[in-house]
C-alpha cells in the first residue's frame, strides 16, 4: 500500500528567497491542496504572526492559510504553556512572539518575570538586553525563540536571536533554552497542531544544521534541498544525511505521493 505523506517545510530558500518565489513553489502547494495532502510551513522566524506571514507570502503569489503556518513564536508559546501555564515574562522580541504569548495568558512583564524570553527583532537596544541581562542574573529563566546567530538582508547579514542571547548568556553565566529548530520540540508541535505522525511525514529544508537535523531527530524523512544556504558539497561535512537531495522543490512537483 502506498503511504501518505504529511509535509513540514521551511519556507526561506525552500518557497522563497526573500520577497520572491523559488520557481515550482506554487505548483508543489496547488498540488498538495488538490490531493487534500497536509503540509505546514515551518520558520524560526518569530517577528511575525501566522497572519502577517500569510500576507507576506501572498505578495509572492503563495497562498497559505494561516493555520499552515507554524513559527518558532508558536512553538515557544506552547512550550511555555506546558512548563508553567499563566506565567510571565519579560520578552524581546516583536508582535509575532508577544501575539503567541498573549495567546496562552501570559503576563508580559518586567517585574519578577517566571520568564526572560528573547526572539528575533530588528530593533535591538541597550537598555532592553541589559534589563534582560538584570532579570536572569536575579533568577528568572533564560527561553530563546531559536539558536540562529545571524539572519539574511538585502545588504548582507544580521545578527538573529542566536548572537544576542549569546551576549546575555556570557554576562549571565545562563544558556537559554532553545525552542526553535533544530530543537525537535518544534517538529513535534507543529505534528500535534496538524495532526499528523512523524512516521509518514517528510521535512524540507534547505540547511543541514536545522531543517535536516530537527527532522532527522523526530523521526521524520528529510529532503535536502539546494536551492537556499546549502550547496552540493553541503551534506558531506556532516555526520549524519538527509533521505534525499534534489535541487529544488520544483522536482518534487507531480510527485507528492510518491517523493522517492
Known amino acids: 500500500m502506498a503511504v501518505s505523506w504529511n509535509y513540514l517545510m521551511d519556507m526561506d530558500g525552500v518557497l522563497v528567497h526573500e ?12 498540488e498538495l491542496r488538490e490531493q487534500a495532502v497536509p503540509f505546514m510551513l515551518l520558520t524560526n ?6 497572519r502577517d506571514l500569510r500576507a507576506r507570502l501572498l505578495r509572492t503569489g503563495l497562498d497559505v492559510p494561516e493555520s ?7 512553538a515557544t508559546a506552547k512550550f511555555l504553556d506546558t512548563q508553567r501555564p499563566n506565567g510571565s ?26 520568564y526572560v524570553v528573547l526572539g528575533e527583532t530588528r530593533t535591538y537596544s541597550f537598555e532592553a538586553i541589559t534589563k534582560a541581562i538584570r532579570l536572569v542574573d536575579a533568577g528568572a529563566r533564560f ?3 531559536n539558536p540562529d ?10 545578527p538573529a536571536t542566536g548572537s544576542v542571547a549569546a551576549l546575555i548568556a556570557r554576562a549571565t553565566g545562563r544558556e537559554p ?5 533544530p530543537n525537535p520540540l518544534m517538529m513535534r508541535s507543529a505534528l500535534r497542531a496538524m495532526g499528523a505522525h512523524s512516521e509518514n511525514t517528510l521535512m524540507i529544508g534547505d540547511r543541514m544544521d536545522t531543517d535536516v537535523r530537527s527532522g532527522l531527530e523526530a523521526g521524520l524523512q528529510t529532503i535536502l534541498v539546494l536551492s537556499g544556504i546549502s550547496g552540493a558539497d553541503t ?26
Not at 245 to 258: C, F, K, P, T
Open 19 to 30: 520577497e520572491h518565489i523559488i520557481s515550482g513553489a506554487d505548483k508543489f502547494l496547488a
Open 45 to 50: 522566524n518569530s517577528i511575525y504572526t501566522p
Open 68 to 74: 499552515a503556518i507554524w513559527t518558532s513564536a508558536l
Open 89 to 114: 515574562a519579560y520578552v524581546i522580541g516583536e508582535a509575532g512572539l508577544t501575539t503567541a504569548l498573549h495567546s496562552i495568558g501570559y503576563v508580559l512583564t518586567d517585574s519578577d518575570p517566571d
Open 143 to 145: 527561553i530563546a525563540t
Open 149 to 158: 546567530e545571524t539572519g539574511p538582508s538585502r545588504e548582507g547579514l544580521l
Open 177 to 181: 533554552y532553545y525552542v526553535g529548530k
Open 235 to 260: 551534506v558531506e561535512r556532516f555526520p549524519y544525511r538527509p533521505t534525499k537531495v534534489i535541487d529544488s522543490i520544483a522536482d518534487l512537483v507531480g510527485r507528492a505521493s510518491e517523493p522517492f
